[in-house]
């Protein structure tokens, strides 16, 4: 049997914790599955004292993250520290430059250092695993990285994070507001203190930013995506889309587009007999769509300690079974020196149309106002009509727009225009509409 394989934990939360206790207790079965043995060998965390329920003490322990990451000691860094800079970074370099395979789940650092984190690893010939950076449990690098050959990618979209899926779950089971979700899913560990990175969507564009990598052979483009989050989303809207045949999911979507690629993310209307729509709570769904496969839907876990922790292992696993000489495969896909720039798609039409919700002043003229402000602006509604909501101010009314394909460009003008012409009792509300998918 080959000799064990040394792995060194950087972070000691609930990831970690999880990693080391399944490593242990799972540690029989590994060594068959992989061919030899896999031993916590090192650690490193802020607090050496702390429980975390499994134990330790027959690993090292470095105070220093970064000198753990060359020591040597482990064959195998594994970073959940967290953070796209700091310790998380430093000792991550340190470890692809001293020769050791890395396993992170950090989305943060590769959004921000992919590239230059995998132009090291493929330069030493070591493993830059990253399958609990997206997508928690659900095997999608694994699955874009080595079991696509051939296939070229056209769109890849979902929705990949879960807070924000629990959240508008709960919203249109219940009936309850966006605040009060929000409260539950903090008090029940889906939410952090500060949720701000889960629900304005920055959670998403990190992971869409990779996945794109992935499909199209670019350089990651974080900084390059459309995003919008959930927090403006209300009852109203959730209502409207039920009563329209639809479903609201904060979808990520990146495709290719004949100007170059397009990435975005933002709350979607979905058919409610779609696949993507019977995705509920936590649980996360990534559809991948390619000339030869046609389309693929992976869904499961997409976050939590367990599920996480369990992409951890399978990426750690699949090192224990590669061995000395083998030729590693490229950490996205293609060789890093490879990856293209990436270029931003232009403006073009939406095919799936806009629902527009506006609260209005009830008074003359005001229908007629907002329909020439659409046709000024080449907008073609499908439908527009007063919608009823309960408890509605008498003075104003609910109007709801649902247009046929246009421009974000278009119907944002449009929207302005109405704003500026003082019809409107409070902030307009904009959703793209899919008609499939």
Not at 295 to 313: D, H, Y
Not at 343 to 352: L, Y
Not at 361 to 372: L, N, Q
Request: with cysteine; net charge neutral; hydrophobic share 45%.
């Amino acid at each position: 049997m080959a000799e064990a394989l040394r792995v060194g934990i950087a972070g000691l939360g609930t990831v970690g914790a999880s990693v080391a206790r399944v490593l242990r207790d799972k540690a029989a079965e590994l060594t068959r599955q992989c061919g030899r043995d896999i031993v916590v060998s090192a650690v490193s965390a802020r607090d050496p004292k702390r429980d975390r329920g499994v134990d330790l003490n027959a690993a090292k322990w470095f105070d220093d993250p970064v000198k753990m990451a060359q020591a040597a000691e482990i064959d195998v860094f594994v970073e959940l520290i967290g953070g796209d800079e700091g310790p998380a970074f430093a000792a991550v370099r340190a470890a692809l430059e001293a020769g050791r395979h890395v396993v992170t789940a950090n989305k943060a650092l590769l959004a921000k250092h992919g590239v230059v984190l995998a132009e090291i690893a493929e330069k030493k010939g070591v493993l830059l695993n990253y399958e609990a950076a997206v997508a928690g449990g659900i095997p999608v690098i694994k699955t874009m990285r080595e079991a696509m050959a051939g296939n070229s990618v056209t769109r890849v979209f979902g929705i990949l994070n879960g807070t924000c899926n629990y959240i508008l779950t709960r919203m249109e089971a219940e009936g309850i507001s966006f605040d009060a979700c929000l409260k539950d899913a903090q008090r029940l560990g889906y939410a952090e203190a500060d949720p701000t990175f889960d629900i304005e969507g920055h959670d998403t564009a990190h992971k869409l930013s990779i996945l794109t990598s992935l499909a199209f052979g670019t350089k990651i483009a974080a900084n390059d995506i459309y995003m919008e989050g959930i927090s403006n989303i209300t009852q109203a809207d959730i209502r409207a889309a039920g009563d329209l045949g639809y479903r609201i999911k904060l979808l990520g979507v990146a495709q290719r587009t004949e100007s170059g690629i397009e990435q975005r993310v933002h709350p979607t209307m979905v058919p409610t007999a779609s696949v993507i729509a019977q995705v509920h709570g936590v649980i996360n769904a990534v559809a991948i769509e390619t000339d030869i496969l046609g389309e693929l839907l992976l869904s499961g876990p997409g976050a939590g300690g367990n599920a996480t922790a369990s992409a951890v292992i399978g990426d750690i696993a699949d090192i224990a079974k590669s061995r000395p000489g083998f030729q590693h495969g490229p950490v996205f896909g293609r060789p890093a020196r490879e990856l293209k720039p990436y270029r931003k798609a232009q403006m073009r039409s939406h095919a799936g149309g806009y629902f527009i919700r506006l609260t209005v002043h009830d008074r003359i003229g005001v229908f007629a106002a907002i329909a020439k402000r659409m046709a000024d602006n080449d907008i073609s509604l499908e439908s527009i009509v007063q919608h009823a909501i309960s408890g509605e101010v008498a003075a104003q009314k609910t109007v709801i727009l649902v247009t046929h394909e246009t421009t974000e460009a278009a119907v944002r003008k449009a929207v302005d225009g109405i704003t500026k012409d003082g019809h409107l009792t409070d902030k307009p509300q904009v959703i793209r509409i899919e008609r499939a998918g």
